[in-house]
């Protein structure tokens, strides 16, 4: 199971996000999204990243969301980690 995908799936359903508005944004063939969220295939780490700057342009709460949800612990623990310098 792909961790980004669901947390992909979860994002554009929470803020109404289609497939094809995400994949007209980021330049890419809606059928790619569709993968993604249907867990056929894992994005890349580039992939990663390419998602959130196609969030960000559309709506940065919903790229911030699915920051959150793939990484999850990681951000929180980081910024504890940075809290405690």
């Not at 790619?32 to 580039?46: L, N, Q």
């Not at 390419?50 to 612990?73: M, P, S, T």
Request: net charge negative; aromatic share 4%.
């Amino acid at each position: 199971m792909s961790k980004a995908g669901q947390a992909l799936r979860q994002v554009l359903e929470e803020y109404g996000i289609s497939q094809n508005r995400l994949a007209v944004t980021m330049d890419i063939n809606r059928s790619t999204i569709h993968h993604w969220v249907k867990e056929t295939r894992d994005p890349s780490g580039d992939a990663v990243l390419k998602i959130r700057e196609g969030l960000v342009a559309i709506d940065a709460e919903a790229a911030e969301a699915f920051i959150q949800l793939y990484l999850g612990n990681l951000t929180e623990e980081a910024s504890r980690d940075g809290e405690s310098e």
